[in-house]
C-alpha cells in the first residue's frame, strides 16, 4: 500500500479525468478511469471485509485476496450462522477449519456451503434479485456480484437490527499502484459492468415495499422533516403508517433526529464527491443516493433503540436492582427472545462479571502516584469501557440462561445419585453418575462397588443427609482416581501405577517414584488379602478403597525410612566394632534403628570380642580388609555372645555345686552334680561314684597344699570356645575381663581339674571292666578246641564208610522200597474202599481251581478295565483302518469292506446346504460380473466422451445424455433384473416353459460337448469371436466358477486348440505360425488364465522381482549407444556450462565410438544381465505356481504340434510352448506391471520412463532367451549377451518341459462321462435374453457346419426350437406403444435382463429302456448301493441270489423315507432334486430291484462292461471309487464355497468403485450444465453472422518460485530451502495444441530444464485423488492448484 497522500493525488485525478489533464489521450482517460473502478472495488471489498469481520468475530484474508477466500464458501456459511443459526447450524459447515482446502483446493462439497448462505438468505426474506450464481463464487465467475450481494445484505440485515451497519470507506483506505493495477486486470476478465453498490438503498425499498407510491412519499416526507431539525415532527414523520417504521418510541425522538440527520449529512457529502468524481450533475443522480432510504431510516432507529436498552441494562446494573434489569432486558430495542424470569438472578450476576472483567481490562497498566492527574479523556474512556454494548449482554444473557439450565440438570442429577446410593443397586448409581447433566467426572464401570462402597461412606458420616454436588464431584474425582489404581494394580505396569499414583486427583500423599515397585508390591498384598476366601471380596468388594492405597504408600514409606535408619545404625556399629571399645559397641548396639534384640549391657566386651571375631572372619572370607557386618550377622554374633554368657553362667554356677558336694561328702549328690549337662564333663559312670569321691576329695587336698589364696572368692573358667570367664562364688557376679586384682581360689576345683580326676577312676574302671568284658571270647576258644576234636573224628567214622560205601548203598536201598511199597499198599486199600468220595472231591477241586482262575482273570480285567477298552477300540479302529486303507489302495476292493462305507454317498443337511449355498453364490458372481463389465465399458465410455468435451469435439448435450443413461443402467444394475410378467420366457404358462425346457436342453447339449462351440469359433468373423467368448462361452461356464465347470470350459479350450492346429483347412500349416500369427484359441487361452483365476500366480511369481527393480532408484539400464551418447553429452554440458562441440544427432556406429559410450553401454549390459538371472531363475523354478489350466493347454500345445508335425524336434515344440508360456503370458506383465495388477501404484505416480526401460530391457532379454534367437543386425552391439542368451534358453527348456507335464482333466477333476448321473443337484447358468437369442441365430445359421450328421441331436434340438426368435418373444409383451420414443430404450435395457436355466439332458434314458450303456452302468450302480446297503454277503452274486428278510425290506423302507424327507427339504430350500429315474428305482422293494439288478448286469455283461467270473467287481471298483470321490468333492465344494465368497467380496468393492466414479461424473455433468446455463445468460459477442477474430497467443505466464509458493502451487523443491525460491523463475507458455504447455525453470537467470504438461494428464490426476505431483524430479507441485491457475491465466475460468 502507498501513504495517504499519494493516493489522495491519486483519487484526485480519478475524479477530474477529462476536466483538467486536456493533453490525455482517450486510451488514457479510459486507462484512469478504470483503474478508479479498480480502486472503488477495492474499498468496497474492504467495506465487506471489515463488515463481515465484525458479524462473525473473525479475522479475514487481506482485501486483495478476500475474493479467492470466499471460494469455498466457508466464510459466507459463518456469516450465515450468524443470522440465520437456525438454518445453518455450524456442525453443517463442509470444511469450516479449512484443511482441506489448503491442502488440496477446491472440492465440489464446498459449493453445500455457498448453498447454505443462499438457503439462509431466502430464509430472512432477503430480496433474490441480489442472489448470485452458485459458479460465480466457486467459479469466481463474478465475484463482484458476490460482494455487491454482500452490500446489500448488510443493509437489509442492518434495517432488521440483527447487524452492524456498513461502513462508507471511500477514499480511507490506501492500496499501491499495483494492487489496483492487478484489480483492474481481473475485473476485465470478468468482462461484466460493475454493479451499481450506490443504489442498493433504493433497489431494496423497490423490492420491500408494497404500495411504492405511499412509502415513498413517507420517506421523502421523513427526510425533509429530518432536514428541518425539529424533533417533533421527525417524529410525526416516522411513525407515519405508510412509512412502515417499526419500534419507533416518542421518549426517543431527540435520539432518532440527531442520529438520522447525521447520517442524511453524511450521505449528501459522500453522494456530492461522487457526482464530482464521476463528472455528474444533481440531476442526473438517483433520489435515494442524497435521501435515507427506508431500510436506513429503519436501521438508524433500530440502532438508537438498542443504544436506549442498553443504557438502561447499564443503569440498572449500577443500580444492582433485579427487577430493573429484567425490564430493560425485555425492551423491544434490544430484541432478547430467550429472557427468563426465573433466570433474574443469573442475568445479574452475569452482566455483573463481564462489566467487571471490561473493567479490568480497561484500567492502565502504569503505577498510579499521588502526584499523577488523572487525564479527563482517559477517564471518560475507561467509562465507556465499563459499559456493556449489545453484543455483550446477548452474550451474558445466554451464558446466563445456559448456566441456569446447567445448574437445574445438574441438581437433578445429582438428586438421582443421591436416590441410586440409598437404593444400593450398583447399576443405578454408574447410570446416575453417567450422566452429562451431573457434570462430573469420568467414572469406571468395572469399579461400580467401589463408588457404591464409598459414597455410602461419605453420605452415612453426614446422618443421611444428601451429597451436595461439591461433595459428590470431589468423591468422585477421588474414587475414579482410585479405581484407576486399582485397574494399573491388575495390569501391573509399574508406569501405569505411577502415573495413577501421583495423579492429583486420586489424592495420594508421599508417593516416591524411586518406591513404585514397592509400592505395587503392597498393593498386590493389600488387594490380595482382600480377594481370599471369606473376606469382603467374596462379596464383590475387592477394590482397594482410598483409606487402603494411603496406607499401603504410608507403610511403603515408613519401611523404607526404617532402613535407611538401619543402615545407619549398621554404619555405626561397624564403626564403633572397628574402633575395639567396648561401650562404644554398646551404645552402637542400643540404637533403636538397629532394632537389635537382647543387647546386654554387663555383655558388652564379650559383643566385642565376637563381633570383631566375626568381621575379620568375613574380611579373611571375601579377602576384603573394608568387609562389613550386616545386620543379620550383628544379630547373630549379639545372639551368639547372649548364649555362650548363659552357658558360662551355667558352667560356672555347675562346677560350684560339684565343689560343694565334694565338700558334703556325699557320693549321690557328687554324681549327680557331675552329670549335669551344663558343665559338659565327659565318660561320668555311676559306678564309679565311690571312686569320683575319693578322687576329689584328694585332689582338693593337693591343691590346698599347693599354696594361694584360700580367701579369694574369684574362680576363672574356660569357656568351650575358649574364652576366659570370671565368677564369685560369693556374690555370684561375673565377668568377661579378670576382675581388679584378680586371684584364683585355692579351694575350689575347676572344670579341667575335675575332668582330670575323673580320667583318672574312669580309665581304672575301664580296665576291669575289659577283663569281665572278654569272658565270651574265652568261652569261645574252649568251644573252638571241643569242635576241632570231634571233627576230627567224625572224619575218621566218614572215611570208614566211603571204604564201604556199596554195602552201605545197598543196605539203605532195601530199607527205602520196603517202606515205599508198605505205604502204597495201604493207600491204594484206602481209595478201594471208598470210590465215590474220591471223584467228588476230585470234581470239588476242580470247581474251585476253575473258579479260582476265572475270578482271578475277572479281577485282573476289572482292575485294568481302561487298558480293555483301549484295546477293543484299537482292534476297531484297527479294523477300520485296514478296511478303509482297502477301499482307498486296493485295485479289488471286497465287497464287505465296500458296504461299510457306502453310507457316505448319501448326503447330509450339511451337503444340501452347501449346494445351495455353493448355487446362489453361482449366480450371484455371474451376475456382479456381468454388472461390472457393463458399468466399466459404460464409465470408459464416459472417459472417452468428457475427454472429447474438453477437447471440444463433441457437444455437452451429449455427455449429459450418456450420463443419464449411465444412471438408468446403474440403477436397473442395483435394484436387480426382473422378466416383464405378461408373457416372456419366464411367464407362468405351458408354452413358455416348454420352450424354457428346450433352451435348457440345448444349453447343456453345448456346455457338455465341447465340438460345437469349438467349430461355432472358428465359423464366426474373428472380431465377433472375442465378444462371443467374454459374453457366452464364460457365461455358459459360470466363468469356471467350480471344478466341473473348469474342466468343461478346459475341455472346450482343448478341443478348440485341436481343431485349429489338426483339423482346420489353411489354419495353422507351418509351426511358426503360432508365433507370428495370433491364433484365435491361444489369446482365448491367456486372457482367460491372466484374469482373476490366474492373476494371483503372477502376482507371486513376479511381483517381487519387479518391486526390486521400482526400488532401486540408482539403475539404469540403458543398452541404446545412441541414448547413452546423448547422456554423457548432456552431463557434460551440465557440469561445464558450455555447449559441447561433439554433433548431438549421430548413428549407433558413431556413438560407439566414443570409448566413454563403450565404457557405459558395457556397464549397463553387465547390470541387464545380472538382474535379468534373478528373474530368470526365479521363473523357472515357478512351474508349480503357474495355474493348472495354463499349463494343459501348454501340455495341449505340445502333444497336438507333435502330432500334426511329426518329424519337428523337440526343442523347436518346446520354443512354441515357451511362446504361450513366457511371451504371451508372463512377458506383458513385466513390461507392465502396472497395466496388469502386478503392483500397486497410486495414481499419478506411474513408472517412471527409467524404470519402464529397465523392465522393458529385462523383458527383452528374457524374450530373446526364451526363444534363443541371438543379438545381430542393429542389436549387434548386445552380442556379447548370446552366450548368456543360449544358457539361459537350456533353463526355459527345462522350465517349458516341467510346465507340461500336469495330470489329465479327468485325473485332476476327478470327472468322467459318468459324474452328471451323481451329482446332487443340476448345474445352473445365468444368460441374459439378448445371448439367448444371439446363440441360438448363431446355431441356426451354422447348423450344417457344426452337426453334418443330420441325426445329430443339436438338430433334434434346434427343430424343437424352431425359428430364431425375436427379443419380444423371449422378453414378452412391453407395456409401451410403438410410438413411444422410449419403446428401444425399454427394449435394449429388457433384452438384458438374466434368466436362470436349470440344466438339463434331454437324452437321459427313461426308466425302462436299457439301451443306454452308460445311463444304465450308472442306474445300476444306484440300486447295487440300495440292496448292499440293507443286505450284507461276501459278494454280488450271493446277495442277488439270498432272499431278502423282512426287517431288511424294513429297513429298506426307513432310507426311502428319510431320503424323501431330506428331498422334500432341499426343494423347499432350494429346489435341488434328484433324477427321476433314480427316485422311481429307489422306491422299489429290495426283491424287484435285486431283479432289475441282475436284468441289467445282464445286459451290461454282454457290451463288456461287467464279467460275471470275478463277482461284478468292476461294478465294486466304481462304487469304492466313487466313495472315495465323495469326500475329495466335498473338500473342493468346500474351498469352491470359499473362494466364491471371496470373489463375491472383491466384486462388491469394485462395484462400490464405479459408483464412486458414477457419482464423480454426475458432479461434473452438473458443474458444467451450471456452467452452460451461465454462459446462456451472457449475451453473445457475435452478431449479424460475422466471423470472430482469431485470439493472439498469449504471452508465457512468469512467476518465481517464491511466488508460487504463497499461492500453494509450489509446496517445496530439492535441495532448495524456500528463502531461494524467489531466484527460480517458472515460465508457463501455451503451445499449439490445445490444453498442451510447456514449462521451463530457469534459477539466477540460467534455464534448467523443460517439461511438457497436458491438462488431460492433469485432470486424469485430479480425478485419481493425486494431489501432490513431481514436476523436473525435484519440484512438489499441488495438482488442484496448478489446474486452477492455468484455467484462470489461460482460459479465464
Known amino acids: 500500500m502507498e501513504d495517504g497522500d499519494d493516493v489522495d493525488a491519486k483519487r484526485a485525478s480519478f475524479s477530474h479525468v477529462g476536466m483538467t489533464e486536456e493533453r490525455q489521450s482517450g486510451e488514457e482517460m479510459d486507462e484512469r478511469r478504470q483503474q478508479a473502478m479498480a480502486y472503488e472495488y477495492l474499498c468496497h471489498l474492504q467495506e465487506a471485509k471489515q463488515w463481515m469481520e465484525a458479524c ?308 492502565p497498566e502504569t503505577e498510579t502516584t499521588p502526584e499523577s492527574i488523572p487525564d479527563p479523556t482517559c477517564v471518560s474512556t475507561c467509562f465507556s469501557l465499563l459499559l456493556l454494548d449489545k453484543d455483550d449482554i446477548l452474550r451474558s444473557v445466554d451464558q446466563a440462561n445456559n448456566a441456569a439450565d446447567t445448574r437445574n440438570r445438574r441438581d437433578e442429577a445429582v438428586k438421582a445419585v443421591n436416590m441410586a446410593i440409598d437404593s444400593g443397586s450398583t447399576t443405578e448409581l454408574m447410570s446416575a453418575l453417567k450422566r452429562q447433566d451431573a457434570q462430573l467426572p469420568n467414572v469406571e464401570d468395572h469399579g461400580s462397588q467401589l463408588y457404591l462402597a464409598g459414597l455410602t461412606n461419605l453420605k452415612n458420616k453426614k446422618d443421611g443427609e444428601g451429597l451436595v454436588y461439591e461433595e459428590l464431584n470431589g468423591a468422585v474425582e477421588v474414587l475414579s482416581a482410585i479405581s484407576g489404581i486399582n485397574r494399573a494394580v491388575e495390569a501391573g505396569d509399574t508406569s501405569v501405577i505411577l502415573n495413577a499414583l501421583t495423579n492429583p486427583k486420586a489424592r495420594v500423599t508421599g508417593v516416591e517414584e524411586h518406591l513404585v515397585d514397592r509400592y505395587t508390591e503392597k498393593l498386590n498384598k493389600a488387594k490380595g488379602s482382600k480377594t481370599m476366601p471369606g473376606s469382603k471380596a467374596a462379596m464383590g468388594t475387592d477394590y482397594l478403597n482410598p483409606a487402603d492405597v494411603q496406607g499401603c504408600i504410608d507403610n511403603v514409606n515408613q519401611e523404607v525410612q526404617e532402613e535407611h535408619d538401619r543402615i545407619e545404625a549398621i554404619a555405626t556399629i561397624n564403626d564403633a566394632i572397628e574402633a575395639g571399645d567396648a561401650e562404644t559397641t554398646l551404645a552402637a548396639l542400643q540404637i533403636p534403628a538397629a532394632k537389635l534384640s537382647d543387647v546386654e549391657p554387663k555383655q558388652a566386651a564379650h559383643y566385642q570380642t565376637i563381633l570383631m571375631q566375626g568381621k575379620r572372619a568375613k574380611a579373611e572370607e571375601t579377602n576384603d580388609d573394608s568387609a562389613v557386618l550386616w545386620l543379620e550377622e550383628i544379630q547373630e554374633g549379639v545372639n551368639t555372645a547372649n548364649r555362650q554368657a548363659a552357658e558360662a553362667e551355667k558352667l560356672a554356677v555347675g562346677i560350684a555345686s560339684i565343689n560343694l558336694a565334694i565338700d558334703d561328702g556325699e557320693e549321690a549328690k557328687t554324681l549327680e552334680a557331675l552329670r549335669n549337662p551344663d558343665v559338659f564333663l565327659h565318660r561320668v559312670l555311676p559306678e564309679c561314684a565311690e571312686q569320683y569321691q575319693a578322687r576329689l576329695d584328694q585332689a582338693k587336698v593337693n591343691k590346698l597344699e599347693q599354696g594361694g589364696d584360700a580367701d579369694s572368692s574369684w574362680v576363672e573358667h574356660k569357656t568351650r570356645q575358649g574364652h576366659s570367664y570370671y565368677f564369685n562364688l560369693d556374690t555370684m557376679e561375673s565377668s568377661w575381663l579378670p576382675p581388679e586384682g584378680f586371684t584364683c581360689s585355692r579351694t575350689h576345683l575347676s572344670r579341667e581339674e575335675i575332668q582330670a580326676a575323673l580320667n583318672d577312676v574312669t580309665n581304672a574302671h575301664d580296665r576291669q571292666e575289659e577283663f569281665e568284658a572278654h569272658e565270651d571270647d574265652i568261652v569261645k576258644l574252649q568251644a573252638y578246641t571241643r569242635g576241632m576234636l570231634a571233627r576230627r573224628r567224625y572224619k575218621e567214622r566218614l572215611d570208614y564208610f566211603h571204604q564201604q560205601l556199596p554195602a552201605v548203598v545197598k543196605i539203605q536201598s532195601n530199607y527205602r522200597g520196603y517202606q515205599q511199597r508198605k505205604k502204597y499198599q495201604d493207600r491204594l486199600s484206602v481209595l478201594h474202599g471208598n470210590p465215590w468220595a474220591i471223584v467228588k472231591i476230585q470234581a470239588y477241586a476242580k470247581m474251585w481251581r476253575a473258579r479260582r482262575q476265572y475270578r482271578q482273570r475277572l479281577q485282573y480285567f476289572n482292575e485294568n478295565v481302561d487298558s480293555v477298552v483301549k484295546l477293543q477300540a484299537f482292534f476297531r479302529s484297527n479294523m477300520a483302518r485296514h478296511d478303509y486303507y482297502l477301499l482307498t489302495h486296493s485295485d479289488n476292493p471286497p465287497l464287505s469292506v465296500v458296504r461299510k462305507f457306502v453310507h457316505l454317498l448319501d448326503p447330509n443337511d450339511v451337503d444340501y446346504n452347501e449346494e445351495l449355498e455353493v448355487q446362489k453364490l453361482r449366480g450371484q458372481v455371474v451376475q456382479d460380473i456381468r454388472a461390472n463389465q457393463e458399468l466399466e465399458n459404460n464409465l470408459n465410455l464416459m472417459d472417452i466422451k468428457i475427454g472429447l468435451l474438453v477437447k471440444n469435439r463433441i457437444t455437452l448435450q451429449d455427455v449429459i445424455t450418456h450420463g443419464k443413461k449411465l444412471k438408468k443402467r446403474q440403477q436397473s444394475t442395483s435394484g436387480g433384473s426382473v422378466m416383464h410378467e405378461k408373457g416372456g420366457l419366464k411367464a407362468l404358462h405351458k408354452d413358455s416353459r416348454h420352450k424354457l425346457e428346450m433352451y435348457q436342453n440345448l444349453f447343456y447339449l453345448l456346455q457338455t460337448n465341447p465340438v460345437y462351440l469349438a467349430k461355432l469359433i472358428f465359423e464366426m468373423p474373428t472380431g465377433r469371436t472375442t465378444k462371443f467368448m467374454e459374453s457366452v462361452i464364460l457365461s455358459l461356464y459360470n466363468y469356471a466358477a467350480n471344478a466341473r465347470e473348469e474342466y468343461l470350459l478346459l475341455k472346450l479350450f482343448k478341443t478348440a486348440l485341436q481343431e485349429e492346429i489338426n483339423k482346420t483347412i489353411n489354419k495353422v500349416d507351418k509351426m511358426m505360425e503360432i508365433v507370428t500369427g495370433n491364433p484365435m484359441v491361444i489369446k482365448m487361452v491367456v486372457t482367460f488364465n491372466r484374469g482373476t483365476r490366474g492373476q494371483s500366480s503372477l502376482r507371486e511369481i513376479i511381483q517381487p522381482l519387479v518391486l526390486a527393480i521400482i526400488k532401486d532408484k540408482e539403475m539404469r539400464i540403458n543398452s541404446n549407444p545412441v541414448e547413452v551418447y546423448k547422456i554423457w553429452v548432456n552431463t557434460m554440458e551440465s557440469k561445464t556450462g558450455e555447449t559441447s562441440k561433439l554433433p548431438y544427432d549421430v548413428t549407433t556406429e558413431q556413438a560407439l565410438q566414443h570409448a566413454e559410450v563403450r565404457e557405459r553401454l558395457e556397464a549397463s549390459i553387465a547390470q541387464l544381465r545380472n538382474v535379468t538371472d534373478k528373474f530368470l531363475n526365479t521363473i523357472t523354478s515357478s512351474a508349480e505356481k503357474i495355474p493348472y489350466g495354463m499349463r494343459y493347454m501348454a501340455k495341449v500345445l505340445k502333444d497336438s504340434l507333435h502330432e500334426k508335425f511329426p518329424d519337428a524336434t523337440e526343442a523347436e515344440v518346446l520354443k512354441i510352448v515357451g511362446n504361450l508360456l513366457y511371451y504371451r503370458y508372463m512377458n506383458p506383465a513385466i513390461v507392465a506391471p502396472d497395466g496388469f495388477d502386478i503392483i500397486d501404484v497410486n495414481a499419478g505416480v506411474g513408472l517412471s520412463p527409467d524404470q519402464r526401460r529397465n523392465l522393458g530391457s529385462i523383458a527383452k532379454l528374457l524374450q530373446f532367451a526364451a526363444s534363443n534367437k541371438i543379438f545381430d543386425g542393429e542389436n549387434a552391439h548386445l552380442s556379447s549377451l548370446n552366450d548368456y542368451v543360449s544358457q539361459a534358453h537350456e533353463k526355459f527348456k527345462k522350465f517349458f518341459s516341467a510346465a507340461c507335464d500336469v495330470p489329465e482333466l479327468e485325473e485332476k477333476f476327478n470327472i468322467d462321462e459318468y459324474s452328471d448321473f451323481t451329482m446332487l443337484n443340476k448345474p445352473v447358468v445365468y444368460m441374459s435374453i439378448k445371448e439367448i437369442c444371439d446363440t441360438h441365430k448363431l446355431l441356426i445359421d451354422h447348423q450344417d457346419a457344426l452337426a453334418p450328421e443330420r ?32 419403446l428401444e430404450v425399454e427394449r435394449e435395457k429388457l433384452a438384458k435382463t438374466e434368466v436362470s436355466l436349470t440344466l438339463t439332458n434331454k437324452f437321459e434314458v427313461p426308466d425302462g429302456d436299457d439301451t443306454d450303456m452308460k445311463a444304465l452302468y450308472t442306474r445300476t450302480k444306484r440300486l447295487i448301493v440300495d440292496v448292499i446297503r440293507v443286505q450284507p454277503g461276501d459278494n454280488l452274486p450271493e446277495i442277488l441270489s439270498t432272499p431278502t428278510t423282512l426287517d431288511q425290506e424294513d429297513e429298506h423302507q426307513r432310507l426311502v423315507k428319510k431320503r424323501e ?91 462400490q468403485f464405479y459408483e464412486e466414479q458414477i457419482d464423480y461424473y454426475n458432479q461434473y455433468i452438473k458443474t458444467c450444465l451450471d456452467n452452460l ?29 517464491a511466488r508460487l509458493h504463497e499461492k500453494g502451487v509450489i509446496l517445496e523443491i530439492d535441495g532448495l530451502p524456500p528463502n531461494q525460491f524467489k531466484n527460480v523463475l517458472f515460465e508457463i507458455q501455451e503451445t499449439e495444441d490445445a490444453g498442451k504447455f510447456e514449462v521451463s525453470a530457469k534459477f539466477m537467470g540460467v534455464a534448467m530444464e523443460k517439461v511438457d504438461l497436458n491438462l488431460q494428464d492433469l485432470l486424469q490426476l485430479q480425478y485419481e485423488g493425486v494431489s501432490v505431483m513431481n514436476m523436473f524430479d525435484k519440484a512438489k507441485v499441488n495438482v488442484n492448484l496448478l489446474i486452477f491457475l492455468l484455467n484462470k491465466k489461460f482460459y479465464g475460468k
Open 56 to 363: 462473525i468475530r473473525e479475522e479475514l484474508p487481506a482485501t486483495t485476496e478476500l475474493e479467492e477466500g470466499l471460494m469455498n464458501g466457508v466464510i459466507l456459511g459463518k456469516l450465515a450462522h450468524f443470522f440465520a443459526a437456525d438454518i445453518v447450524p455450524i456442525k453443517k459447515l463442509y470444511d469450516i477449519d479449512q484443511t482441506r482446502y489448503q491442502a488440496k483446493g477446491l472440492h465440489f462439497r464446498h459449493t453445500d456451503n455457498i448453498n447454505h448462505w443462499l438457503r439462509a438468505m431466502e430464509k430472512v426474506g432477503f430480496p433474490k434479485i441480489f442472489y448470485p450464481e452458485t459458479t460465480d463464487i466457486y467459479d469466481r465467475k463474478n465475484m463482484p456480484r458476490v460482494i455487491y450481494c454482500i452490500h446489500a445484505l448488510s443493509l437489509f440485515l442492518f434495517k432488521l437490527g440483527i447487524a452492524p451497519q456498513i461502513q462508507d470507506l471511500y477514499g480511507k483506505v490506501n492500496f499501491t499502484e499495483e494492487e489496483i493495477t492487478a484489480m483492474r486486470k481481473e475485473l476485465e476478465k470478468y468482462g461484466i459492468q460493475m454493479p451499481a453498490f450506490s443504489k442498493i438503498g433504493g433497489i431494496l425499498a423497490n423490492e420491500l415495499s408494497e404500495d411504492d407510491a405511499a412509502l415513498h412519499a413517507a420517506i421523502i416526507a421523513i427526510n425533509d422533516a429530518i432536514e428541518k431539525q425539529v424533533s417533533a415532527d421527525t417524529l410525526t414523520a416516522l411513525q407515519n403508517p405508510a412509512a412502515r417504521m417499526k419500534q419507533v418510541q416518542d421518549h426517543l425522538a431527540d435520539n432518532y433526529q440527531e442520529q438520522l440527520h447525521t447520517m442524511k449529512t453524511a450521505k449528501e457529502e459522500k453522494a456530492t464527491a461522487q457526482a464530482e468524481r464521476e463528472g455528474m450533475n444533481e440531476a442526473d443522480q438517483d433520489v435515494y443516493d442524497r435521501l435515507l432510504t427506508q431500510a436506513e431510516i429503519q436501521g438508524n432507529i433500530n440502532q438508537v433503540n438498542l443504544r436506549a436498552g442498553v443504557d438502561k441494562v447499564n443503569a440498572a446494573l449500577d443500580a444492582g436492582d433485579e427487577m430493573a434489569l429484567m425490564e430493560a432486558l425485555q425492551a423491544p430495542g434490544l430484541g432478547l427472545t430467550a429472557i427468563k424470569k426465573d433466570n433474574s438472578a443469573w442475568y445479574l450476576d452475569e452482566l455483573s462479571r463481564i462489566r467487571q472483567e471490561k473493567g479490568q481490562e480497561a484500567q
Open 1461 to 1551: 424327507a431330506q428331498d422334500e427339504k432341499s426343494q423347499k430350500k432350494g429346489g435341488l432334486s434328484r433324477s427321476q429315474s433314480a427316485v422311481t428305482d429307489n422306491k422299489l422293494p429290495v426283491e424287484a430291484m435285486k431283479r432289475k439288478v441282475l436284468r441289467h448286469l445282464r445286459a451290461l455283461e454282454g457290451v463288456g462292461l461287467v464279467s460275471s467270473t470275478d463277482n461284478y467287481q468292476a461294478m465294486i471298483n466304481d462304487i469304492a471309487k466313487d466313495i472315495r470321490n465323495q469326500r475329495r468333492y466335498r473338500i473342493r465344494r468346500r474351498q469352491e464355497l470359499l473362494k466364491l465368497k471371496e470373489t463375491t467380496g472383491a466384486l462388491e468393492s469394485k462395484s
Open 1351 to 1382: 441325426h445329430d441331436p443339436l438338430h433334434e434340438l434346434l427343430d424343437d426350437l424352431g425359428e430364431a426368435p425375436k427379443l419380444e418373444d423371449l422378453i414378452g409383451e412391453i407395456p409401451l406403444d410403438d410410438k413411444d420414443p422410449n
Open 1573 to 1601: 446455463a451461465k454462459k446462456k445468460r451472457r449475451s453473445k459477442f457475435l452478431q449479424g453472422g460475422k466471423e470472430e477474430k482469431p485470439k493472439k497467443a498469449k504471452p508465457p505466464l512468469k512467476y518465481t518460485g
